[in-house]
């Protein structure tokens, strides 16, 4: 190590994780065995790494590298990809799909993996009702999923879902030995699995400090392989830098390899940079401004309706340099079904005082509580367009940063629920399903769901639309739903940003697809070429 650091003239950047020392170099970090990390840094801290509680950016980045799913989601179109099932049929009635799966996949531990541990993750998920339950929960029962033998996994659906398979790469499996070890007063290990993991993935857990960082080391046997050969790879280090000023100096540096949430501006620095590459990608994901339509002021859809054609979406661009397009419907551009919708807003202020009018408050005179994500400049820039909007009807806006679990934590309750909630939200899926699904009481409690919208005609049309398998019946309702949930004005619909990443020249096999979260990488096909 010391030769090390005298070759790079380098000083001690970070000493933690265990025994590893982690070492400002210029190209990231080296593991005293002389293995390289790759440093990934971003603002979101791992709530869990139990793939059956909760999924957002950064915990289902983490989860996908250390569980394996039965498919899994690649490429630009999303497209789902054959994984631990290396094949599948679905009967002609689509109530009956069974998976092959591969028989050389193993746990961390060694334990072989079969239909039987498939059966156990999933039923396991369903009956927590957390997480990734809500995708499949109202088309399956626990007991209908079966092991037909040690690698025939067959589901019985309760009725035909056309989305099914396209919700399948978000559901993990564990090792039940390892859970059912650690079950704690009936907890089905949810308290052991926040901070551990019993997976088959490419990268296992080597140190989970939280709020801190998060190492994973490479499981060198890794039954599905790798992109690359190379026996350098020690893994890969997940760092929290909540300010991105923060990150792009690191980068810059050469202590951070991959910053996940850099501004348009600092994206554009660090272009110039030799060192350092720019991944852009359209994105599935949608920003909102989310209304808590149960608050006293947005439960009026005059009012929702008169803050909407207030705002200056132009403005939306502005802020991310262009890099970025305005929504043209609830449903992003990607999304099966999108269509435009006339009379979506935009800004048009005579339309806002006609709207103010005609509501309870036609004078203004309140405050509304926006809530964003602290250090994000982004969405910072976004209320104060909003503030200066919203001034013409006088309608004044407080600005409250929070960290995201605060956030979620907030949007859990409909009476904690803000007023205004800043929402990047990727659906799961390029089914239809999942963005309607969004605006259905099921969502409620939700990051995505914070708008606790309750329309009776728009609940019926969602379970009309995700029950039928025929395209041509279910094309039109969804055009009907998009419709309908810019009428109710639920939120100032955004704009799709563009998928941005940063990234030294010397990370390898970095591949983006518009299906992940904001922040959200793959780390499997990652490697390093010093």
Same mark, same amino acid.
């Given at each position: 190590? !010391? ?108 334990? @072989? ?81 926040? &901070?551990? &993991? ?20 490479? #499981? ?20 929290? #830098? ?80 262009? &890099? ?37 408050? @036609? ?63 990727? @659906?799961?899926?390029?089914? @239809? ?49 998009? !419709? ?47």
């Amino acid at each position: 190590m !010391q030769s090390f650091l005298k070759k790079f003239g380098l000083g001690l950047s970070v000493a933690l994780l265990g025994a590893t020392a982690l070492v400002g170099t210029a190209n990231a970090v080296e593991k005293q065995d002389g293995k390289f990390y790759l440093v990934v840094a971003g603002r979101q801290p791992v709530s869990t790494l139990d793939p059956a509680q909760k999924y957002d950016y950064s915990s289902r980045m983490v989860e996908q590298a250390v569980y394996d799913g039965l498919v899994k989601y690649e490429g630009n179109p999303p497209e789902v990809k054959p994984w631990l099932a290396e094949s599948w049929s679905v009967s002609d009635d689509g109530l009956e799909w069974t998976f092959n799966l591969a028989d050389n996949a193993k746990f961390h531990n060694g334990d @072989p993996l079969t239909a039987s541990d498939v059966v156990y993750s999933f039923k396991r998920t369903l009956g927590l009702n957390k997480g990734p339950a809500w995708m499949l929960s109202d088309f399956i029962d626990a007991d209908d999923i079966t092991a037909v033998d040690d690698y025939t996994v067959k589901f019985k659906l309760k009725r035909p879902y056309a989305a099914f398979l396209s919700f399948l790469p978000w559901w993990y499996i564990v090792n039940p030995k390892q859970v059912e070890a650690h079950i704690v007063d009936g907890d089905a290990g949810q308290a052991w699995l926040n &901070e551990n &993991e019993a997976g088959s993935g490419p990268y296992k857990l080597g140190k989970f400090e939280q709020g801190k960082a998060y190492r994973l080391d490479r #499981v060198d046997d890794y039954w599905k392989g790798f992109y690359d050969d190379s026996d350098k790879m020690g893994g890969i280090i997940y760092k929290l #830098v909540r300010e991105s000023a923060g990150q792009r100096a690191g980068l810059l540096k050469g202590e951070i390899d991959i910053a996940t949430d850099l501004t348009p501006e600092e994206l554009q620095q660090v272009a110039k940079n030799k060192d350092v590459e720019v991944s852009k990608v359209p994105a599935l994901t949608a920003f909102g401004l989310k209304f808590n339509t149960t608050s006293e002021y947005l439960s009026d859809l005059n009012v929702r309706k008169a803050l909407a054609y207030s705002f200056d979406y132009d403005g939306f661009i502005k802020v991310v340099n262009g &890099e970025g397009k305005l929504q043209t419907s609830p449903f992003t551009d990607a999304i099966r079904g999108h269509v435009d919708i006339d009379g979506i807003p935009r800004q048009d202020l005579e339309k806002a005082k006609d709207y103010m009018a005609k509501s309870a408050f @036609p004078d203004g005179g309140f405050e509304l509580e926006y809530v964003y994500v602290q250090g994000f400049e982004i969405e910072r820039q976004f209320g104060l367009l909003m503030s200066e909007a919203f001034k013409q009807l006088n309608v004044s806006v407080k600005m409250v940063p929070l960290t995201w679990p605060n956030m979620v934590g907030r949007a859990a309750e409909q009476k904690t629920s803000p007023d205004i909630m800043a929402v990047f939200a990727t @659906p799961v899926s390029t089914d @239809p399903d999942a963005v309607a699904i969004q605006y259905h009481p099921s969502s409620f409690g939700k990051y995505y769901g914070s708008h606790y919208l309750t329309d009776q005609s728009l609940i019926d049309l969602v379970e009309k639309a995700r029950a039928e398998t025929l395209w041509e019946k279910r094309a039109p309702i969804y055009a009907e739903i998009q !419709q309908k949930i810019v009428d109710l004005q639920p939120e100032i619909f955004g704009l799709m940003r563009n998928r941005t990443f940063a990234h030294r020249t010397w990370v390898k096999g970095f591949m983006d697809s518009p299906i992940r979260m904001t922040g959200e990488i793959d780390l499997y096909p990652l490697y390093v070429q010093p």
